[in-house]
């Protein structure tokens, strides 16, 4: 098969009703921390969102050629679909706002917003939201909703339309208000109506929507809220998640408002709130004792540089949460993290920890292929679907992206040449320091496309 008659972006064969779906390109993941797998030239066989067979282009199309239709081509890099495991919905249109620390950014920047955010704004916004995501190569996202409950139901209906696989839940607070306009959400009511979109939404679409119960943190929450928060999440086998030890201020107001818990991971601990369904982000100050009593739970981690740095929160200290085996995927912490763009995060992950490195000796730098493994198959861990989703292997489903490198390259008029000196090693570092949106030429989740790009321009 002459490469160019398959090398068009659109590449349908004419048989578009065909069961089976094959895509071609260069295949790179990282199945394990730390190693990364590349297969070049190679076919993916996608029947019912499912990869069914990966192998070498030739011999998978000699095999099913005349019963799939064929996407793609040799030159195009076939990732892992991205995982987010923390942003916010509503602050999106408030990303690189604001010039303080995180308690006064949330009341001048993101409250406002968040207030506002009720059913005519999620209308409008949310369907670009999850098109924006697609668009950045992410395929499954872990988010926050606003306190409206219209506003979440409506949020969950553009989740369902986009295609992308999304955890969702509707923001939780009755000790915080969004200002004197708008009285406290009464903690029996954010139960109720939290409850109620669980039990619309949790396992929607075929498992691809689900809840997670979002208490945001220990300083705008009850203890009762967060108790109520984590026994609906056990009764529905949802997920849970909550912001943790972000911020100095933060910390301070903890310590005062619950006397009687040892430390801020222990508040969570009593309220039930630490479980191996629970995502928390930022985790940036934490005693030894606290990641001790996270790691023995179960809980997770969603690290999110990039949000940290802006809000000069601080630096996560990766290493001590490896080293006590806690699960860490990567967030792009929207609105306080600047872009939706999780190369670039991945980017910031290995930065802030070499930058950490020439003041803390315990400070370990992540490779790329380590960072890229928190964004793919470390965050699926994190969500419980490595089996699932973050790898691409035979059985899972077919969740992963078509990116044009070529766009990331100095200089575009040689780009060929130059893939022929890149390896896997280098193409990743490339995608992780450049890449972006222009190179992503087509998004799948469960073998639908949900993204393609307008003007492919393949190299
Ligand atoms: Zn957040």
């Not at 190679?42 to 067979?53: K, Q, S």
């Not at 009687?260 to 479980?275: E, M, Q, R």
Request: proline letters at 4%; charged letters at 25%; glycine letters at 8%.
């Amino acid at each position: 098969m002459p490469m160019d008659r398959d090398a068009s972006h659109s590449g349908h064969s004419d048989d578009s009703d065909a069961p089976l779906l094959g895509v071609r390109g260069c295949l790179i993941d990282t199945p394990h921390l730390g190693r990364l797998r590349e297969r070049k030239d190679t076919a993916i066989l996608i029947e019912n969102g499912r990869i069914v067979d990966i192998g070498a282009y030739n011999l998978l199309h000699k095999k099913a050629s005349s019963k799939a239709r064929w996407l793609h081509n040799a030159r195009a890099a076939i990732f892992p679909g991205l995982i987010d495991l923390h942003s916010h919905l509503p602050q999106y249109p408030a990303v690189a706002k604001g010039r303080s620390e995180l308690l006064p950014w949330l009341r001048q920047t993101v409250f406002p917003l968040e207030r506002e955010f009720g059913e005519a704004k999620a209308r409008k916004e949310s369907m670009a939201f999850f098109r924006e995501l697609a668009r950045h190569g992410t395929t499954t996202a872990m988010l926050y909703g606003s306190v409206n409950e219209a506003a979440c139901e409506a949020a969950f209906e553009a989740a369902e339309k986009s295609g992308l696989r999304v955890i969702m839940g509707m923001l939780m607070m009755d000790i915080a208000s969004y200002g004197a306009s708008q009285p406290k959400k009464v903690m029996s009511i954010a139960l109720l109506e939290s409850e109620r979109l669980c039990e619309k939404w949790h396992g929607a679409r075929a498992g691809m929507l689900e809840y997670a119960f979002s208490p945001r943190f220990a300083v705008s929450c009850s203890e009762k809220l967060m108790k109520g928060a984590a026994e609906l999440a056990a009764k529905h086998s949802a997920f849970l998640q909550m912001h943790l030890a972000e911020n100095f201020e933060e910390l301070e107001k903890v310590k005062n408002q619950f006397s009687w818990a040892a430390d801020y991971a222990d508040v969570y601990d009593k309220c039930g709130l630490l479980t191996p369904r629970t995502v928390l982000s930022h985790c940036i100050h934490l005693s030894d004792r606290e990641m001790d009593v996270v790691a023995a739970s179960g809980a997770r981690v969603a690290h999110c540089p990039t949000a940290n740095l802006f809000l000069g929160s601080g630096v996560m200290p990766m290493e001590k949460m490896h080293d006590r085996g806690i699960p860490i995927g990567l967030g792009s912490g929207v609105g306080a993290g600047t872009e939706l763009n999780l190369w670039q995060v991945m980017r910031s992950a290995i930065e802030s920890q070499k930058m950490r490195s020439y003041y803390d000796g315990d400070a370990r730098v992540p490779s790329p292929a380590e960072v890229f493994y928190m964004a793919t198959q470390g965050a699926a861990e994190v969500l419980g679907k490595e089996n699932m989703i973050g790898s691409l292997d035979v059985g899972k489903d077919a969740d992963f992206i078509v990116v044009d490198y070529g766009a990331f390259l100095p200089y575009r008029k040689t780009a060929r040449q130059q893939r022929d000196e890149l390896s896997a090693e280098d193409l990743l570092s490339l995608c992780i320091y450049r890449g972006g949106p222009h190179g992503t030429m087509e998004t799948f989740v469960r073998g639908n496309s949900v993204y393609r790009a307008a003007e492919p321009d393949l190299f």
